[in-house]
């Protein structure tokens, strides 16, 4: 709910929060409009909606003083994740797919793991504040690396990009991704059935509008406001789950006194 928020916020500093993309399918372009410039003949990709959004986009960020540029000139790195099959095991180097991506982020329990040799051998690991963006399944959803995944292995299914923290906040710029006017990119560049997936290309030439740094985060801070929130709601079913399993081997006021302790702990206050 926290990261709606965030989401509804940054769309309302864009102009877009209120927004309805014209239901117009068919858009007038010259050839040197279309092909020469884009390299794409399918009509979908001009669908007048697209060059809506991007006027609104350039016009918000005269309006405000923000800068727009192309993702290219946003990142030092963009590669792409390892195909390579590997043996799974209890412990070693995490190896990050899509299928434990949840709400943006990566769910710690479902994590798989990969010996230190077969991570060595590898040129797709990631570093802290890394973005990594999905290319296959559901497209374009974008994740921050946080410290305890640095050096992470990475997928196939993932395109990593290497934010230029001097210019823009890697929290930003994933929300900014997941946003509509990510999702309404990506989108775009996926019409026609030319594509099944996004590509470096692709993710280079997305147009990102940031405000100052100091804008950037405080749209940080409501993300991670919302994962703060998320991280204790999880916490709080698990001790009333446990509570639950005292109460059953031992007695009620055992488990209550447990509990109580338990959400004093994580600063509940308790009525």
Not at 36 to 42: A, F
Not at 110 to 121: G, P, R, T, V
Not at 177 to 204: C, R, W, Y
Not at 241 to 269: F, M, S
């Given at each position: 709910?926290?990261?709606k928020?965030?989401?509804?916020?940054?769309?309302?500093?864009?102009?877009?929060?209120?927004?309805?993309?014209?239901?117009?399918?068919?858009?007038?372009?010259?050839?040197?409009?279309?092909f020469?410039?884009?390299?794409?003949?399918?009509a979908?990709?001009?669908?007048?909606?697209?060059?809506?959004?991007?006027?609104?986009?350039?016009?918000?960020?005269?309006?405000?003083?923000?800068?727009?540029?192309?993702?290219?000139?946003?990142?030092?790195?963009?590669?792409?994740?390892?195909?390579?099959?590997?043996?799974?095991?209890?412990?070693?180097?995490?190896?990050?797919?899509?299928?434990?991506?949840?709400?943006y982020?990566?769910?710690?329990?479902?994590?798989?793991?990969?010996?230190?040799?077969?991570?060595?051998?590898?040129?797709?690991?990631?570093?802290?504040?890394?973005?990594?963006?999905?290319?296959?399944?559901?497209?374009?959803?974008?994740?921050?690396?946080?410290e305890?995944?640095?050096?992470?292995?990475?997928?196939?299914?993932?395109?990593?990009t290497?934010?230029?923290?001097?210019?823009?906040?890697?929290?930003?710029?994933?929300?900014?991704?997941?946003?509509?006017?990510?999702?309404?990119?990506?989108?775009?560049?996926?019409?026609?059935?030319?594509?099944?997936?996004?590509?470096?290309?692709?993710?280079?030439?997305?147009l990102?509008?940031?405000?100052?740094?100091?804008?950037?985060?405080?749209?940080?801070?409501?993300?991670?406001?919302?994962?703060?929130?998320?991280?204790?709601?999880?916490?709080?079913?698990?001790?009333?789950?446990?509570?639950?399993?005292?109460?059953?081997?031992?007695?009620?006021?055992?488990?209550?006194?447990?509990?109580?302790?338990?959400?004093?702990?994580?600063?509940?206050?308790?009525?």
């Open positions: 709910m926290i990261y928020q965030a989401e509804d916020l940054l769309l309302s500093e864009l102009g877009l929060q209120d927004w309805q993309p014209t239901e117009e399918t068919v858009a007038v372009k010259s050839f040197a409009e279309s020469l410039s884009s390299g794409r003949l399918d979908e990709y001009y669908q007048p909606k697209y060059d809506e959004l991007y006027e609104t986009l350039e016009v918000t960020c005269l309006e405000k003083g923000w800068e727009l540029r192309k993702l290219g000139s946003l990142s030092s790195l963009f590669k792409y994740g390892t195909s390579e099959p590997f043996e799974y095991l209890e412990q070693g180097v995490p190896f990050l797919r899509i299928a434990d991506l949840q709400k982020r990566f769910n710690e329990k479902d994590l798989k793991f990969i010996s230190k040799e077969s991570a060595n051998q590898q040129q797709a690991n990631v570093k802290t504040d890394d973005v990594l963006i999905s290319r296959s399944g559901t497209l374009g959803l974008a994740v921050v690396i946080p305890y995944l640095n050096n992470a292995v990475y997928g196939s299914y993932f395109i990593l290497r934010p230029d923290k001097i210019s823009i906040l890697p929290t930003y710029l994933a929300l900014y991704i997941n946003s509509l006017v990510g999702k309404l990119q990506t989108e775009q560049a996926n019409t026609g059935g030319i594509q099944t997936n996004l590509t470096i290309p692709v993710l280079e030439s997305l990102i509008a940031f405000p100052p740094l100091d804008i950037q985060q405080k749209f940080v801070d409501k993300v991670n406001q919302s994962y703060d929130a998320e991280d204790k709601s999880k916490q709080l079913l698990e001790i009333a789950k446990t509570g639950v399993e005292r109460a059953i081997e031992t007695d009620e006021a055992t488990a209550t006194t447990w509990i109580n302790q338990q959400l004093e702990a994580l600063g509940v206050k308790l009525t």
